[in-house]
């Protein structure tokens, strides 16, 4: 045994222990654990002797394949990192690990465990909303503009019509003279409009992103339209001649589908999918320069598929039904005559989003 150890300095230690056949190899590394003497084996020899010799220090690198310096360094054990110096290298992603040759092959040991290939996940989603929208506006607004307004507009399908005061006047010239009906002019600057107008239609958007990211990361993605609503602010200063200063602001609103997927692969190939959706839609304003309204959608699931497989998932259902009325007072409310004298405008719009997702599993 004298021929494959030395000692550089005397151990007081005492272990006991009880081991049937074990290899020197073991049989010393149980032997110095947990003690203050630890080993170096160099060319075939144990160098044996207490931990704070520098000639039983050892320096090790290890270069990552698949794994971040990063990500690695947290994860590590602290009783594995205790005694060890560890200095990270993002350049070369690599760590360096200096210390008792014992604890850093252990810790070596356990850095290439941890070091495994990470698999990519690609994603598929289909996203179908399915939008079915009827709406309905009829009645007639007369008023005055600014200027002379000319006469325009559509008679087929749909009816929507600005009379200029020409066309009326002439319209009350033909009128004049049956019997004891005799109307007067309008004024240059007078219009009717008559809209009579009925829609009914489907309409499917379609969008198909892939997604790439990596085991137990997020993928993420956005479609989003952003409106602006503009804010004031009036500042008064002075005491005996105040003066007044406007300060306008233009701020966003944003309005998106927005999804999120978290993928981690089990041992067996399948996948289980994090899945956090929400969709978001703007509404009426309330006045011209208010923030628009906006409607929420949004739900989460945590599901498991096998590689390949499509999901759908689905019933996110919005609806919205509108029904306005304006006129005359009294004379709005009359049958038949009321169409003369009102304006209605009537909606009913159903939307329901769909989704579409397949995980592939790229090694």
């Known amino acids: 045994m004298s021929s ?31 003690t203050d003497a630890t080993f170096k084996y160099v060319d075939g020899r144990y160098w044996v002797g207490k931990r704070n010799i520098d000639a039983l ?31 990270e290298y993002p350049d070369i992603n690599s760590i360096i690990l200096s210390g008792p040759q014992e604890k850093v092959n252990r810790l070596a040991t356990f850095v290439h465990q941890v070091d495994k290939l990470i698999p990519v996940i690609l994603i598929e989603v289909l996203i179908i909303d399915n939008k079915n929208s009827k709406a309905l506006a009829t009645g007639i607004t007369a008023g005055l503009s600014d200027e002379p307004v000319t006469t325009k507009g559509t008679v087929f399908p749909s009816v929507d019509m600005t009379l ?36 009914d239609g489907v309409i499917d958007l379609r969008s198909t992103p892939q997604l790439s990211t990596l085991n137990g990361h997020k993928a993420t993605m ?16 002075g005491s005996i001649n105040t003066q007044s200063q406007v300060a306008t602001t233009y701020k966003p609103v944003n309005a998106e589908l927005a999804v999120t997927i978290r993928p981690i692969v089990a041992g067996n190939d399948e996948v289980t999918l994090d899945i956090k959706v929400e969709q978001s839609d703007f509404t009426s304003r309330i006045s011209e320069y208010a923030p628009p309204g906006k409607v929420s959608r949004k739900f989460e699931s945590l599901i498991r598929v096998k590689d390949q497989e499509m999901i759908l998932l689905g019933g996110l259902e919005e609806k919205e039904v509108k029904d306005t009325r304006s006129g005359l007072p009294l004379l709005a409310r009359i049958p038949i005559i009321r169409w003369l004298f009102s304006s209605r405008e009537k909606s009913n719009t159903k939307s329901k989003l769909n989704l579409f997702i397949k995980p592939t599993i790229i090694k």
């Open 4 to 34: 494959t150890y030395k000692l550089l300095g005397p151990l007081t230690d005492n272990v006991s222990i009880d081991y049937d056949r074990i290899s020197f190899a073991s049989l010393i590394d149980e032997l110095f654990a947990g």
């Open 164 to 199: 200029s005061s020409k066309a009326i006047n002439n319209l009350i010239d033909g009128l004049n003279g049956f019997g004891w009906v005799n109307l007067g002019k309008v004024k240059s600057n007078f219009y009717v409009t008559l809209k009579a107008l009925e829609e």
């Open 222 to 237: 956005s479609i989003g339209n952003t409106e602006y609503y503009k804010e004031e602010m009036n500042t008064i200063y």
């Open 57 to 87: 220090q050892d320096v090790k690198m290890i270069q990552l394949k698949y794994r971040t310096v990063d990500s690695l360094v947290q994860i590590i054990p602290t009783q594995l990192k205790t005694g060890v110096e560890i200095k």
